[in-house]
């Protein structure tokens, strides 16, 4: 089976490169040499030695494309794209995309508009790593890429010790999630703890993904949020000592009515006020994409209690 051929920029760069393979590697792999139709060098990172091998042009039989590199001692693989950062320090794609135009001669994209989602005050469980490795499944294509740029939270317990680390893989030029089978998972104890933006207080909000809770903070920085990363992990939340009122933003969807039911059971000993939120698409991150900050806090206006809203809402 062929590999799968994406339309983004990075994919379009990426095949470029393979098209001056052994340009490329005399460039970004200088400490390596040239043997037959391939390219041996110690490692990604340039290191004198044999390890590693990129294929300088197609295989015969069409199965080895030309630009693509294996690292016989880890296993490693990937494309030309993949060198660059490492070899050069990039810490973004949108870095290592602008290198490798540079090395191509080719023009510079035009600057790119500020997306909505721009204020992320109080994210620290939130980092950026520009090669997170992916397991591929049965599902994904034979050739999917072994690593992608992706957005890794830090899951935490009452206490903001670390249970788990949720990762969602992206795109390679940033517009949307990666084209793999599973560009969500998480790992380590999530049951009861959460992904966590701002301090414990007795006024919070929860939701289920990491992208409505960030979409949320648009309008209301200050108020303190969970996301639970699914609805069956939102309805089991601990709740935080002191929390008097809890605003639920849940999905236009029947598992998000089940996790406010579950929530709203679980708050009555609890002597917590649970107050639904109600999207006017799937999510609220579906809404802030749609219609803009304005709207959306136009919308949470009318669901906010006054005091509330007088002290979180920034905008609307």
Wanted: glycine share 8%; proline share 8%.
């Amino acid at each position: 089976m062929p590999p799968k051929t994406f339309s983004s920029p990075a994919s379009q760069i990426a095949a470029a490169l393979a098209g001056h393979a052994e340009a490329v590697c005399r460039r970004y792999l200088s400490r390596g040499r040239k043997e037959g139709r391939y390219w041996l060098v110690g490692d990604v990172h340039n290191t004198p030695g044999r390890s590693l091998y990129v294929r300088l042009t197609a295989s015969p039989d069409g199965r080895g494309a030309a630009g693509k590199w294996t690292d016989a001692q880890s296993g490693d693989h990937g494309d030309l794209l993949d060198v660059i950062p490492l070899v050069q320090g990039c810490r973004t794609m949108r870095e290592t995309l602008d290198e490798a135009r540079r090395f191509l001669s080719l023009p510079m994209p035009p600057p790119v508009e500020t997306p909505p989602l721009t204020d992320l005050t109080g994210c620290a469980a939130l980092c950026f790593h520009p090669h997170c490795w992916y397991r591929a499944s049965d599902e994904d294509d034979p050739h999917v890429r072994p690593a992608w740029p992706a957005m890794i939270a830090a899951v935490t317990d009452l206490d903001g010790s670390v249970t788990g680390v949720h990762r969602t893989w992206l795109a390679l030029d940033g517009s949307d999630k990666a084209p793999v089978a599973y560009p969500r998972r998480a790992m380590g104890n999530l049951l009861g703890n959460a992904v966590r933006f701002g301090k414990q207080g007795s006024v919070m909000v929860a939701g289920e993904g990491i992208e409505t809770m960030l979409s949320l903070r648009q309008v209301m920085p200050e108020m303190p949020a969970i996301a639970g990363l699914s609805a069956a992990h939102l309805a089991a939340i601990r709740f935080p000592a002191g929390l008097k009122r809890l605003y639920v933003a849940r999905d236009d969807d029947p598992a998000g009515a089940s996790a406010l039911k579950t929530l709203s059971e679980r708050s009555i000993p609890a002597g917590i006020e649970i107050v639904p939120l109600e999207p006017r698409l799937g999510d609220f991150n579906d809404d802030l994409m749609t219609f803009g900050r304005e709207r959306i806090a136009a919308d949470l206006r009318d669901q906010l209690a006054r005091r509330d809203r007088e002290h979180f809402l920034i905008a609307g």
